[in-house]
């Protein structure tokens, strides 16, 4: 049998370091008694707030290592780290890149990070037919940048800057043409020919119907049924 004896291990009024105190026992025979004993940082909350919400968010330490946050919520992110530098990019559509940096110092650290939105540009659609306004029945644009759809109003779109963007335009009497938008003087001029043949699934249009009857002209019409 032995002696026993308790510990505490903690560390010097300001010390650089800042660990956990440790406590436990300790028997001691008739021989020498060797313990290791682990010390263990002291962790804190790192938060983080985000504008706009959905935005990309990464965290990384000082040998750039990815975190992953404790706690999630609509643009809230939480890690539970210990004392330190740690460094963050966000990113999103429409909004500048940020990137930036937070720090740990013996307590609770609280971030906000909100991105400020890119310019934009108007874009009129100018659909031409044979060199002159087509008139088109029934049309639709689909302006679109990987899974981003911008709204379009009367042939018009505001676009924002530094995106590649396509477009696809339907019409009941008109072929469907699509490609990259490119506008100078926030314009895009786009030829247009006649429909001659259906087009698909996607080509569908109500017939015009008098009487009982319906007036089928095209093969998108038809598809209608």
């Not at 609509?74 to 210990?82: E, I, P, Q």
């Not at 759809?149 to 963007?165: C, D, I, P, S, W």
Request: aromatic share 12%.
């Amino acid at each position: 049998s032995g002696q026993s004896i308790s510990y505490t291990v903690t560390q010097e009024e300001g010390a650089e370091t800042d660990y956990k105190p440790v406590s436990g026992t300790l028997v001691i025979g008739k021989s020498d008694a060797v313990k290791t004993i682990k010390l263990l940082p002291n962790i804190y909350d790192l938060k983080f707030h985000l504008v706009p919400e959905d935005a990309e968010f990464q965290v990384t330490d000082a040998e750039n290592s990815p975190l992953t946050p404790t706690e999630t919520t609509s643009g809230d992110y939480t890690y539970h780290v210990a004392n330190g530098t740690y460094y963050y990019q966000c990113r999103a559509f429409g909004y500048e890149e940020m990137s930036g940096e937070a720090v740990v110092d013996h307590g609770e650290s609280i971030n906000n990070v909100t991105l400020n939105e890119k310019s934009k540009d108007t874009v009129t659609f100018q659909l031409m037919a044979e060199g002159k306004e087509a008139d088109l029945k029934d049309f639709s644009i689909q302006v679109s940048c990987g899974d981003h759809f911008a709204e379009t109003k009367n042939g018009t779109v505001q676009l924002y800057e530094g995106y590649t963007y396509d477009y696809i335009i339907r019409s009941k009497n008109y072929a469907t043409v699509s490609g990259k938008l490119d506008w100078k003087d926030g314009t895009v001029k786009i030829e247009l020919t006649e429909k001659t043949a259906w087009e698909g699934a996607e080509d569908l249009s109500e017939p015009e119907q008098i009487g009982e009857v319906y007036q089928i002209s095209t093969g998108g019409e038809l598809a209608w049924f």
